[in-house]
């Protein structure tokens, strides 16, 4: 089946330094790819759907300039995570689709970030 | 935008019991329900999913129904074992804009 790739899959930092997740689909090309963040024991937040080759689409409320996404290739979107602060200590998991309408989407197996 | 509902929030059964998780939705666009499986500290599996052409889908021990009248949809699972323990995610999909559920623990005590 297809197989999607994030990592780091736990990453430490100190405050106001950048981190970069990296998603990749391994086995099939992805022109678009989903970043979410989800909080202890709750649902997945959509934060913004990488589009390979143009900017992403951010959802309302998260900025785009703290969360920098890129998607240069069919089969890798990063996500950065810049001048971090303790309050964006999160799983973040990316999710990449088979490009067909309503195909399934596969996710990553998460990045757990933690900003002392 | 569409609204997915997920209940309950937590489900605990003896081993061998069967679970049941209900989701409803809001967009009668959406046409596609995938249902996932989150062990913890991992990301979220695919286990299941149906199309909105399809009453009913069965794998194995777990089966899914959609009842596009009443825009609700419907995770079974039979014969649970401690294994199946884990986070379920329900989701609807209009036209690839995939929305979910909150999310159901489920415990299956041995």
């Known amino acids: 089946g297809a197989v999607v790739s994030q990592h780091p899959s736990w990453v430490i930092c100190k405050s106001g330094t950048s981190v970069k997740i990296e998603c990749r689909s391994l086995d099939f090309q992805a022109t678009t790819m989903f970043w979410y963040r989800q909080f202890p024991k709750q649902s997945l937040m959509l934060m913004a759907t990488?589009?390979?080759?143009?900017?992403?689409?951010?959802e309302q409320g998260v900025e785009k300039d703290k969360f920098l996404i890129n998607h240069a290739s069919l089969t890798l979107s990063t996500l950065t995570v810049t001048s971090a602060h303790p309050e964006d200590s999160s799983f973040y998991i990316c999710?990449?689709?088979?490009?067909?309408?309503?195909?399934?989407?596969?996710f990553g197996n998460g990045t757990r970030l933690t900003v002392t | 935008g569409e609204n997915v509902e997920q209940h309950p929030s937590t489900l605990s059964v003896q081993e061998g019991d069967s679970a049941v998780i209900k989701c409803t939705y809001s967009d009668s666009a959406s046409n596609y329900f995938p249902w996932y499986k989150q062990e913890l500290g991992k990301g979220p599996q695919l286990i299941i999913d149906i199309r909105s052409n399809v009453g009913e889908k069965k794998d194995q021990r777990i089966a899914v129904t959609l009842n596009k009248t009443a825009k609700h949809f419907s995770l079974h699972i039979t014969e649970t074992q401690p294994e199946d323990s884990a986070v379920y995610f329900c989701a609807a999909s209009p036209n690839n804009d995939m929305r979910f559920g909150a999310g159901t623990r489920l415990t299956v005590k041995p």
């Open positions: 999710s990449a689709g088979g490009g067909a309408v309503n195909s399934p989407l596969h």
């Open positions: 990488s589009n390979e080759g143009s900017k992403a689409t951010y």
